[in-house]
């Protein structure tokens, strides 16, 4: 079962439990899908790799409408916002550690030979496909940086 069929189902079964917050958010990621497929001159069916960056959006556009409401003394809203992020955060792979982080950039860096800030875009450019999903990428750039900046 590919990663929309186990949303659509997990849709379903929050709609059995009556589970709202789990089915507004899962309704939102299967429209975030469904806008990004019919986008463009014409109809594709999205890879998982693609749905997952659309999830990966998602849940970082949950996040930062988090802190803008914490900030805004909205915590009733920036809780809704975690809450929503924790459930689309389910279905995206693993994140990686700081150390498996620092070992794939330290293994990019010496695959490409880069050094100093002007290496960060071949860095990045065979990190991006290893990291896909799997961590924020200011994270990532910030580390890169520190990483080409020693």
């Known amino acids: 079962m590919g990663l929309k069929e186990t949303l659509q189902h997990d849709l379903t079964e929050s709609m059995r439990a009556k589970d709202e917050i789990v089915m507004a958010t899962i309704r939102l ?3 975030a899908i469904t806008n990004e ?3 463009g001159k014409e109809a594709k069916t999205l890879n998982e790799a693609e749905i997952i960056q659309v999830l990966s959006r998602e849940a970082k556009k949950r996040r930062e409408s988090a802190e803008a409401f914490e900030a805004a003394g909205r915590s009733d809203r920036a809780e809704r916002e975690r809450a929503e992020g924790e459930i689309i955060t389910r279905y995206l792979p693993q994140q990686l550690t700081a150390a498996e982080l620092d ?3 330290k293994e990019a860096i010496a695959q490409t030979g880069a050094s100093g800030p002007a290496g960060m875009g071949q860095v ?3 990190l991006a496909p290893k990291i896909a999903g799997r961590a924020d990428g200011g994270a990532v750039s910030a580390a890169v940086k520190a ?3 020693i």
């Open 37 to 39: 497929e019919v986008a």
């Open 147 to 149: 990483a080409l900046s």
């Open 103 to 105: 070992a794939l950039i």
């Open 124 to 126: 990045m450019k065979v």
């Open 29 to 31: 990621a299967l429209t």
